[in-house]
Each structure stands twice: as C-alpha cells, then as structure tokens.
C-alpha cells in the first residue's frame, strides 16, 4: 500500500484531499508529502511523527540485512517455481524495490545464470529473460536447500526492533471506546470499568465465571477497541533458517480505502518497505486443542521451513486462551510455559539446529474459564495475572434487557408476567442461576416448536416449558 492510502487509512487526511495533492504534484513536481503541509492538510510534525511508524524500503541490498548470494538464490527459486519474465514480475515476487533486483539481475546475468530474451511485443520497453541450463541446475539447488519460494524475509533485528515500535500499550484505550464496543451487548457498566485499565496495561487478563455468561464473546470484543494499524513481515530469517510469519487466517491486511487516485505518493522520496504487511492487531484465538507443541517452531523437514507458533503471530495483539484448563496440556505444564515471558515480556524460541533466540512478548494475553481459578493455578501465578475480571450470572434487569433483545428479533412481545414465570422457573424449579446464553437457546426453541406446529411464532406456555426443560437433564425421582 501506498503512503498516501496509508495516510488516509489512518484517518490523517482524507482522499479528497489525498487525490489533490496527487494533482498537485503532476501539475508542479515535488513530494506528496510537501503538497499536504502546504495546502494545510496535515502539519509538518503529524507527518513527521507519521513517517517514523512506517518501514522504509531498503536502499541498498546490505540495507536487507541479507548477503547478495542469499538475495540472488530466492530471485532464482522464483524465477524456476513461476516461470518469471520481468524485472518488475521479480520485483513484486521478492518485495523488493527496482534497483536491487536491477543489481541482482545484472549479477544472475554475469554468472551466466540468465540471458535476455528481448523485449515483450506487447510492451518495448520491457526486456524479458528467461534461465540458463546452469542457472536451473542453480534454482534447483537453492530449492534443495531451502523450499521457500515467498517474499524477502526481514532479519531478527529489524523484526524485534519493529514488534518495540508498535506495541500494543502505544494504544490508548478509553472507556467511550469500550463502551462503543460492548454497546450491543448487555453488560454491567463495571465489566467495562474493570476491563480499560488492564486493556491499557498491556498486562494478562484472567476472565472467569459460570459458562455461557459471554466470557468468550467479551475478548472477542477486545480486538475491535484497538485501532492502530501494525506491520506484519511476510517472514524471518534466524541464523539462516526461514521462518514464515504472515498468516492469512491470523493478519487481516488493510486495504486503502476506495476513490483514491492511482500513482505515486512517495513522502520525501521514501516507500514503504513491501516485505511488511500493513495489518489490524492480531487476533488470536486457541481453546482446547491447544498443546505445548503449538507455542514452539514447528520445522518441517521437506520444505525445510518453519511455521511461526500462534503467540509469535500474535505480537502486538492479543492471545486468548480461551476454555483454559480444558487443553490437552495440562494447565500447570501450560502455566509454566507463560511464567517467563509474561514476567519478563521476552520468549525464547529454539531452532532444530539447537539455536536459541529471543523475542518480545508485547501482546496481551487473556486466559478465559469456566472452572475456580484456585484450582487451576497456584498462588505465584495468580500473582501474575494483575487482573482477574468474574464475569458472573447476569442480574434479573441486565437478563430482561437480553431476553428483550432476542424477542425483538423474532417479533416477539414479551410481557412482565410472562418473563418472571421464566425466571422463576428457571431459578426455583430447574435450580439454576440465570446465565446470558439462556434467552437464545429459548427463544430458538420455541421458534422451532411453533413452525413444527404450523403456528404463529409466540411464547406458548407449552413450548417455553419444553426448552426450560433442555437447559437441564432430568434426574430420576
């Protein structure tokens, strides 16, 4: 994405403004960036301040943190996988800008690695080229050492270095903003109170209650409270080994909002470097299928890869843990797993060579669970946990105003007498606490009970009585 899209993305100016100064600069030359100062779309200092959040594109291949053979031997892999032609096909494979892959082009060609085809006949000025019998035999070793065919890793130091510039505590967190969230769900304004100072901490947050009172639904809720936008590599590179980063179902990419001009929008001459991903905070979400195994590097030794484990894709957003207690690992082998790096914020992951590396821990790690948290860890871990929010059995008015809710969506009235005969019910003839899933799971089968019928959709007494009945296995007398 463009710095310009960027800029708007972040609500800094708008695209109005945006395809102006884009007009601008045809009409007279010059940066993007100096047409916005100028016509007083965004100050000197906002942009300034903007401009150190972004990665800038490498000048020069040493500014990759790579050597030139490493460089050369992924351009070839993907020349040999893809069939590639162009510069600028190499170009958008690599992440790399022009110049470089211009170099590496010239050196392929040198070595007797490529020759040049000639020019596209649908476009002169594009020269195209294609492998020689050594630069296949070339291709084909680099893919024996290596199966990896993606964009340019980045190095450990400029991963560690961009996961301690965008950290989640850089965010702050309102009680509007929470509020603004949470509005469609009916929850005690001290849920929300409880929750903003942990959400600004950056500290874990153990959620814990009876199930089915919207443990899982609130930390879902969390990931729209941040707003910042992040950058995401499409992987790294540790002591020569690869490590795939970017994950599709975990990085959502922001895509630049519609009406924008097309072309250039360089800011003082500088791109944003395209090995990164502008992406929302991460998301990440594991219940019980969650094992230790899943929170290391998991090498695969055919492709000689490896696939970053859910916490590293989780930097800089959260991690929630949710049904904890209920994983295959037992949650003490669990606990001391997170002992370390939620006290230190650092993690250590080991390669299969034996190397071991550290990482930050910048992200916010929520444990959810229905079971005593008393019996799940000791005393030293609670400790650990700064915040411990119960989410319990919701009061009679918040439950009123839930059941409302689910009525409406059926058309359905509900009137007083009725609701307290449910929750009597509920209360005193099933003996269970009222919980915020149980207006939905009623409402759904009486709704199901009156199309069987062939009747209108109502609060029959009939049917109300045989969903009560599903919340609880009957005992014998």
Same mark, same amino acid.
């Given at each position: 994405?463009?710095?310009?899209?960027?800029?708007?993305?972040? /609500?800094?100016?708008?695209?109005?403004?945006?395809?102006?100064?884009?007009?601008?600069?045809?009409? !007279?030359?010059?940066?993007?960036? #100096?047409?916005?100062?100028?016509?007083?779309?965004?100050?000197?200092?906002?942009?300034?301040?903007?401009?150190?959040?972004?990665?800038? #594109?490498?000048?020069?291949? /040493?500014? $990759?943190?790579?050597?030139?053979?490493?460089?050369?031997?992924? %351009?070839?892999?993907?020349?040999?996988?893809?069939?590639?032609?162009? $510069?600028? #096909?190499?170009?958008?494979?690599?992440?790399?800008?022009?110049?470089?892959?211009?170099?590496?082009?010239? $050196?392929?060609?040198? @070595?007797?690695?490529?020759?040049? *085809?000639?020019? =596209?006949?649908?476009?002169?000025?594009? %020269?195209?080229?294609?492998?020689?019998?050594?630069?296949?035999?070339?291709?084909?070793?680099?893919?024996? =050492?290596?199966?990896?065919t993606g964009p340019t890793p980045v190095t450990l130091e400029q991963f560690n270095e961009r996961v301690n510039m965008q950290k989640i505590t850089n965010e702050l967190v309102t009680f509007d903003r929470v509020n603004e969230n949470l509005r469609d769900l009916a929850m005690e304004t001290s849920l929300i109170e409880q929750a903003g100072p942990a959400l600004n901490s950056g500290r874990a947050i153990?959620?814990?209650?009876?199930?089915?009172?919207?443990?899982?639904?609130?930390?879902? =809720?969390?990931?729209?409270?941040?707003?910042d936008m992040i950058y995401v590599p499409y992987a790294v590179v540790v002591e020569g080994q690869i490590i795939r980063m970017y994950d599709p179902s975990v990085h959502i990419p922001i895509q630049p909002k519609e009406g924008s001009l097309e072309g250039s929008s360089l800011l003082r001459g500088q791109s944003v470097d395209a090995r990164w991903v502008p992406c929302k905070r991460p998301f990440v979400?594991?219940?019980?299928?969650?094992?230790?195994? %899943?929170?290391?590097?998991?090498?695969?030794?055919?492709?000689?890869?490896?696939?970053?484990?859910?916490?590293?894709?989780?930097?800089?957003?959260?991690?929630?843990?949710?049904?904890?207690? @209920? +994983?295959?690992?037992?949650?003490?082998?669990?606990?001391?797993?997170?002992?370390?790096?939620?006290?230190? =914020?650092?993690?250590?992951?080991?390669? !299969?060579?034996?190397?071991?590396?550290?990482?930050?821990?910048?992200?916010?790690?929520?444990?959810? $669970?229905?079971?005593?948290? /008393?019996?799940? %860890?000791?005393?030293?871990?609670?400790?650990?946990?700064?915040?411990?929010?119960?989410?319990?059995?919701?009061?009679? /008015?918040?439950? *009123?105003?839930?059941?409302?809710?689910?009525?409406?969506?059926?058309?359905? !009235?509900?009137?007083?007498?009725?609701?307290?005969?449910?929750? +009597?019910?509920?209360?005193?003839?099933?003996?269970?606490? &009222?919980?915020?899933? +149980?207006?939905?799971?009623?409402?759904?089968?009486?709704?199901?009970?009156? @199309?069987?019928?062939?009747?209108?959709?109502? &609060?029959?007494?009939?049917?109300?009585?045989?969903?009560?009945?599903? &919340?609880?296995?009957?005992?014998?007398?």
């Open positions: 994405m463009e710095l310009g899209a960027l800029l708007v993305r972040a /609500e800094l100016i708008t695209v109005e403004q945006l395809n102006d100064a884009l007009e601008r600069q045809v009409g !007279h030359g010059g940066r993007l960036g #100096e047409h916005l100062v100028a016509a007083g779309y965004i100050t000197e200092k906002v942009l300034t301040a903007f401009l150190t959040k972004f990665p800038v #594109e490498p000048e020069t291949i /040493e500014a $990759t943190g790579l050597d030139e053979t490493e460089l050369l031997a992924l %351009m070839m892999k993907q020349i040999y996988s893809f069939r590639l032609q162009s $510069t600028r #096909e190499y170009s958008d494979a690599i992440k790399l800008p022009a110049h470089i892959i211009a170099k590496l082009v010239r $050196t392929a060609v040198e @070595r007797k690695l490529l020759y040049a *085809k000639g020019v =596209r006949p649908d476009n002169s000025t594009v %020269m195209t080229y294609d492998l020689t019998d050594e630069g296949r035999r070339w291709a084909m070793d680099a893919l024996n =050492r290596s199966q990896y153990l959620l814990y209650g009876p199930p089915g009172n919207g443990k899982t639904t609130f930390a879902l =809720r969390l990931v729209n409270v941040f707003t979400v594991a219940g019980g299928e969650l094992t230790l195994e %899943m929170l290391d590097l998991r090498y695969d030794p055919v492709s000689k890869l490896y696939e970053a484990p859910l916490h590293m894709k989780a930097l800089g957003g959260c991690f929630v843990i949710d049904d904890f207690g @209920r +994983q295959l690992v037992s949650p003490t082998n669990l606990l001391n797993r997170w002992i370390v790096p939620l006290e230190s =914020r650092i993690d250590y992951l080991k390669l !299969h060579t034996g190397k071991s590396f550290s990482i930050p821990f910048d992200e916010l790690v929520i444990f959810s $669970t229905n079971l005593e948290p /008393e019996d799940l %860890m000791d005393p030293a871990f609670l400790r650990r946990l700064p915040y411990k929010i119960e989410i319990g059995s919701p009061p009679v /008015e918040i439950y *009123k105003r839930i059941f409302q809710k689910e009525c409406q969506k059926h058309a359905i !009235h509900l009137d007083d007498e009725v609701f307290f005969a449910i929750v +009597q019910k509920i209360k005193e003839d099933k003996g269970l606490d &009222l919980a915020a899933y +149980q207006p939905k799971f009623l409402l759904d089968q009486v709704v199901s009970s009156c @199309r069987f019928m062939e009747e209108p959709v109502a &609060l029959n007494a009939r049917f109300l009585n045989y969903a009560i009945d599903n &919340l609880r296995v009957k005992r014998a007398a």
